[in-house]
């Protein structure tokens, strides 16, 4: 990505927005304001799906990153009933689809083979001790989709960390790491200790993530 598309200012205009938008819904979350929560967690995500669409010279790599951001972005809507396992279910197979389409996209960008694979080494441990802490925690009809959903994080974080080390470009790493990261917040809401904690750290390491990406994104 060139410097003058960092400098874009309608990606900076966009990118403003979403974080406007993430500082809007913790305050809903915090006051439990769920009009407030279905209007600011679609803005947010509608925020870093735009900043990634304004790629002055689409790829095909791009396009496939673009379903990725709109399968998170979908991902997002479908997190919010709380309550629910099944809109949790399509929720989470919403994002093991935009993380799948990720780890296609990054690849198909064009990747450094051995960061890739000891980036996957580290995932794969990772992993391990993730699913250690939640087994206790987790219904039987979650265990599958869980353990599902965290291989494809793995592969997404593997193939982003190839495809920063092939491009010179931290923010695919910085992103995907992140992204990752903000799962954790989602288990640990979800599965161990309803918290307004795990979301005031969660959400903006989430979106702070998908920006991250959606400038790298560019060709």
């Not at 972005?73 to 929720?91: C, E, Q």
Request: with cysteine.
């Amino acid at each position: 990505m060139t410097d003058d598309f960092v400098r874009d200012p309608a990606q900076q205009l966009l990118a403003a927005v979403t974080l406007a938008a993430v500082a809007l819904l913790l305050l809903a979350e915090r006051r439990q304001w769920r009009t407030g929560i279905w209007i600011a967690k679609p803005l947010a995500s509608l925020g870093f799906v735009a900043v990634a669409w304004l790629d002055r010279a689409p790829t095909s790599s791009h396009l496939v990153l673009m379903i990725g951001f709109a399968l998170c972005a979908l991902g997002d809507v479908l997190l919010i009933p709380t309550g629910n396992s099944k809109w949790f279910l399509l929720g989470i197979g919403s994002f093991a689809l935009g993380h799948l389409a990720f780890a296609v996209g990054f690849f198909a960008h064009g990747i450094a083979l051995v960061p890739s694979a000891v980036a996957l080494a580290i995932m794969a441990g990772v992993v391990a001790a993730t699913l250690r802490w939640l087994r206790p925690h987790l219904p039987a009809d979650m265990r599958v989709p869980v353990r599902v959903y965290m291989l494809v994080i793995a592969l997404m974080v593997a193939s982003a960390i190839g495809a920063s080390a092939a491009s010179a470009d931290l923010r695919l790493a910085i992103g995907a790491v992140a992204f990752a990261a903000s799962d954790l917040s989602v288990a640990r809401e979800r599965f161990v200790h309803a918290s307004f904690a795990n979301l005031l750290w969660g959400l903006p390491l989430y979106y702070v993530a998908q920006l991250a990406l959606a400038f790298a994104s560019a060709s």
